[in-house]
C-alpha cells in the first residue's frame, strides 16, 4: 500500500501507545500501538484525531523494539490506527525485530483494507509477520457488539493457526473495554458500542 510513509522503515509515525498492556484488543496482556495517518473517513471513526498526517509521536523503530522486547508481562502486540499499512515497512522491521528476541509474542493488526487489497510486496511482508489481521472499513450502521470486529462486515483472518485457540473469543467474545492512565489524561481501550463510538479515547498525547 503506497502511501506518504513509502520508503521508510526505521521510524514509526504514531497517534498513541499502551506500554503497560491491555487485554481489551486481543488474548492476554497487550502492548498496542495506533498508527498516524489514514484515508478512509470512515462515518462514526473511533479515532478521527488519529487521521492527519502529520508527525505526532515519532519513534524509532528500534526503540519500540527494545521496549517491547523488555516488557516480560506482555503476550502479544497489537496495532491499530489509523491505518496500519500505510506504514507497513516500519511495522515489518519492528515485528522482525521483536519475533527474534520474543518469539512468545503474537501480532494482531486492524486494517480498514481488505485482506485482498493489500497485495504490494510491503504489504505482504507484513502481513507474513501477522498471526491475526480484523480488515475492512467500519460501518456504523452494521456495528456489532461482540469479538473484536467494530462492525459485522469485517473480518477476523486467521493467517496463522497462532490465535486459533481463542477462535471463539475473537470472533464472538465479550467485548472488553479499560479505561488506563496515561500521561496526565487516560485512555479508553476497546471496540465501543455504537452510542460511545466518539468516546473510545481519552488521550493527552503531549506526555508520550
Not at 156 to 162: K, M, N, Q, S
Request: net charge negative.
Amino acid at each position: 500500500m503506497k502511501s506518504v510513509y513509502s520508503g521508510i522503515s526505521d521510524v514509526l509515525n504514531l497517534w498513541a501507545v499502551c506500554r503497560g498492556g491491555t487485554r481489551a484488543l486481543g488474548p492476554g496482556n497487550r502492548y498496542v500501538l495506533w498508527t498516524q495517518g489514514c484515508f478512509h473517513r470512515c462515518p462514526g471513526c473511533i479515532s478521527p484525531e488519529s487521521r492527519p498526517f502529520i508527525p505526532r509521536l515519532v519513534f524509532s523503530v528500534d526503540d519500540l523494539a527494545r521496549d517491547i522486547i523488555s516488557r516480560e508481562d506482555i503476550d502479544g502486540v497489537t496495532v491499530s490506527g489509523g491505518e496500519a499499512f500505510l506504514q507497513s515497512e516500519a511495522l515489518s522491521a519492528l515485528f522482525s525485530a521483536v519475533k527474534r528476541e520474543r518469539p512468545d509474542l503474537d501480532t494482531i493488526i486492524f486494517t480498514g483494507y481488505t485482506l485482498e487489497e493489500l497485495s504490494g510486496e510491503d504489504d505482504e511482508a507484513l502481513l507474513s509477520l501477522t498471526d491475526v489481521l480484523v480488515d475492512g472499513p467500519f460501518v456504523e450502521s452494521l456495528s456489532t457488539g461482540s469479538g473484536l470486529r467494530g462492525s459485522s462486515n469485517q473480518r477476523v483472518i486467521f493467517l496463522t493457526d497462532r490465535l486459533l485457540p481463542h477462535r471463539e473469543e475473537l470472533l464472538s467474545g465479550e467485548q472488553v473495554r479499560e479505561t488506563l492512565p496515561l500521561g496526565n489524561g487516560t485512555i479508553t481501550i476497546g471496540i465501543p458500542e455504537k452510542k460511545a463510538q466518539s468516546d473510545q479515547f481519552t488521550v493527552n498525547t503531549k506526555q508520550f
